[in-house]
């Protein structure tokens, strides 16, 4: 009996410091996330202002949007860029996260095999 109740201490403190590290992982990918869409909002605040300043400065119709065209461009490759780090940053936690399941998994599967052990001993 006593081994039983040590081996459910052992599992659900298991259980608690896989939940804090899966956390971890959770925050940790937030922030990388946060400031990617901070950097991404920053670009549509600067790309906005150059937008401005392009119509005031423009001596035409032709010259505003060929700015533009320049414009979008640029903005386009930040987004780019943007949507592949937020990727890489996913992918990052994704496999942290499997990584870790897979830890747990297998650590639970041992108790498991120790407290059978355990119980045929006793039963023989």
């Known amino acids: 009996m ?7 201490n052992k599992m659900t403190q298991d259980a608690f410091e896989n939940s804090r590290r899966l956390a971890e992982i959770n925050q940790s990918a937030m922030e990388k ?5 901070v950097a991404l909002m920053d670009a549509w605040v600067e790309t906005g202002v150059k937008n401005l300043e ?6 035409g119709y032709q010259d505003v949007v060929a700015g ?15 949507g592949k780090s937020c990727a890489e940053v996913l ?28 119980a045929t001993k006793r039963a023989a």
């Open 33 to 37: 996330l946060m400031a990617q869409q």
């Open 54 to 59: 392009l119509v005031g400065k423009a001596k």
């Open 91 to 118: 992918t990052e936690a994704r496999e942290a996260a499997v990584k870790l399941v897979d830890t747990a998994i297998k650590s639970a599967g041992e108790d498991v095999k120790q407290a059978s052990a355990g």
């Open 68 to 82: 533009q065209a320049e414009l979008a461009r640029e903005y386009g490759q930040k987004l780019m860029a943007g």
């Open 2 to 8: 006593k081994e039983m109740i040590e081996l459910m």
